[in-house]
Nanobody
Framework: QPQLVESGGDSVQTGGSLRLSCKTS????????IGWFRQASGKEREGISC???????IDVDSVKGRFTISRDDAKNMVYLQMNSLKPEDTGVYYC???????????????????WGQGTQVTVSS
């Protein structure tokens, strides 16, 4: 059974940094595209950053230049380095796996089949 487990969420002040980790198991990560998503309280889940199995990446405009997604297939890990954090970055962050048929990633939550349980990020001003 595929599993994804996020970690690294915390409470930080504006301008701070965090690195989120997504530990995967139950499948061969190298074959899959992975996405990071955020859900703020009372809002829909939105795509933040994703990485294809060829390491091509897509970032939502609001995080470009601040967030960097990366992967280490040998360690079954995907990371999201978040710098210059803002209060609007607050939310629960999820990683998710796209079906193996697709080597490229998207920022649409509907394109992903397995999800982690999420990790909370809170940025205070």
């Amino acid at each position: 059974q595929p599993q994804l487990v996020e970690s690294g969420g915390d409470s930080v002040q504006t301008g701070g940094s965090l690195r989120l980790s997504c530990k995967t198991s139950g499948f061969t990560l190298a074959y899959y595209a992975i996405g990071w998503f955020r859900q703020a309280s009372g809002k829909e889940r939105e795509g933040i950053s994703c990485i294809g199995n060829d390491e091509t990446t897509i970032d939502v405009d609001s995080v470009k230049g601040r967030f960097t997604i990366s992967r280490d297939d040998a360690k079954n890990m995907v990371y999201l380095q978040m710098n210059s954090l803002k209060p609007e970055d607050t939310g629960v962050y999820y990683c998710a796996r796209r079906p193996v048929l697709y080597r490229h990633c998207t920022l649409s939550p509907h394109d992903y089949d397995y999800w982690g349980q999420g990790t909370q990020v809170t940025v205070s001003s």
